[in-house]
């Protein structure tokens, strides 16, 4: 995996990250109810083109609840700026991307994409695994404010809530 950001983004728990986000069965999964549904409210409520529910896997971010990225269905974990929100249990915020030295050689900041504005919080098990996160992305840079952040925080907890719902709902069809 080709890392573009010049920081390790791979977490010393990643292997064990990665079979608690395993044991879900969430990812390759169909794209719309719920998840769709927060990825939705949170490009309404920030007012950004682009909002996404995102799971890392080993080698790429894999989106369950995408809204202005329609069609594409994953990204290679090394480019996903997901990959850096997931190293942290605070925000990840990059008001103006062009700002950020770990970010301008990143190929959907440097590039034809033009991101430059991102915020994310990581969606956190309850033993404290961040299998991916809950981002809002812009081509224009923005202010980010302490209640904006509260939101999102709270986006990801219904995210965490409703992958558990998800997981208990496989459990009781394996039981039928």
Known sequence: MKNTFGVEIIPENDAERIQKLHNYHILDTETEGPFKHIAELAAHVFKVPIALVSFVDAERVWFKGNVGMEGVSEVDRGV?????????????VFEDTLLEPCLLTNPLVAGEFGLRF????PITTYDGFHLGSVCIVDKAPRTFSADDQLTLEYMA????????????RLYVQALN
């Open 157 to 168: 907890k219904l995210v965490m809530d409703e992958l558990d719902l998800w997981k208990c």
């Open 118 to 121: 991102y915020a994310a919080v």
């Open 80 to 92: 996903s700026l997901c990959s850096l929100a997931i190293l942290r249990p605070e925000a990840t």
